[in-house]
């Protein structure tokens, strides 16, 4: 059983549509988060929820929304895409202030053409 | 804010020998968690080893150990018997009791067969 799975792995679209990733993790963790991979493989948060409550909001341009209907899933909207926001999306979930760290899911490449 | 450095952006060691990666980390936080996450070309991140900040014993599992300096705010990855299913990008992490994990930029270990 797959502990955090993302959908889709790959995703090619065309610069100003509108693309959605999704994020689901089984492990009862209460707390998710997206994070961004660029081409120089530096991590960068994006966002956290707890309990469906955003708790993270950094400096991301306001194209990308999350949404978390349930501590389960947090899914990823992006509007008007742009080339520069091609990347590996990374969806990560853990125990908030357990210090056990995250269990990321398997990533989305992200390819704005 | 916390930083996290990984002063070396590529290694190469010899299969069955030992390396290190190098990190420092600067936080304010006195009650913090450290990590070492792997990603091979799979591009999955995986949960290496941790550490607890206000523990002095070294962490250590199985090859993999760490050498922990609180005072240097240093925490580097020990890897022995170095294998080929070793190669990949290592990030060193920190995060407080939020869970907000700060990466350094990664270190690529190449393993010479």
């Known amino acids: 059983d797959t502990a955090v799975s993302q959908t889709p792995k790959y995703l090619v679209t065309q610069m100003g549509n509108d693309k959605s990733i999704k994020c689901e993790q089984n492990?009862?963790?209460?707390?998710m988060y997206w994070y961004k991979q660029d081409s120089k493989k530096f991590l960068k948060i994006m966002f956290s929820y707890n309990n469906k409550e955003l708790i993270i909001n950094e400096t991301v341009p306001n194209r990308f929304s999350p949404k978390s209907p349930d501590k389960a899933h947090l899914n990823l909207h992006i509007n008007s895409l742009e080339l520069g926001d091609s990347a590996v999306y990374f969806c990560?979930?853990?125990?908030?202030?357990?210090?056990?760290?995250?269990?990321f899911g398997s990533g989305t490449r992200l390819t704005v053409v | 804010a916390q930083t996290v450095t990984q002063s070396q952006p590529e290694m190469s060691v010899q299969e069955a020998e030992t390396v290190t990666l190098s990190c420092t980390y600067d936080t304010s936080e006195s009650d913090y968690y450290l990590f070492w996450y792997k990603q091979p070309p799979s591009r999955q991140m995986i949960l290496v080893i941790r550490?607890?900040?206000?523990?002095?014993q070294n962490a250590t599992e199985n090859r993999f150990s760490v050498n922990f300096q609180k005072a240097a705010k240093s925490f580097s990855l020990k890897i022995s018997d170095s294998q080929l299913g070793d190669a990949a990008m290592y990030f060193c992490?920190?995060?407080?009791?939020?869970?907000?994990?700060?990466f350094g930029k990664g270190t690529r270990l190449h393993i010479l067969p």
């Open positions: 492990l009862g963790h209460d707390t």
């Open positions: 550490q607890e900040a206000y523990k002095q």
């Open positions: 992490a920190c995060t407080n009791r939020d869970d907000k994990i700060i």
């Open positions: 990560a979930s853990s125990h908030t202030g357990q210090g056990y760290g995250y269990t």
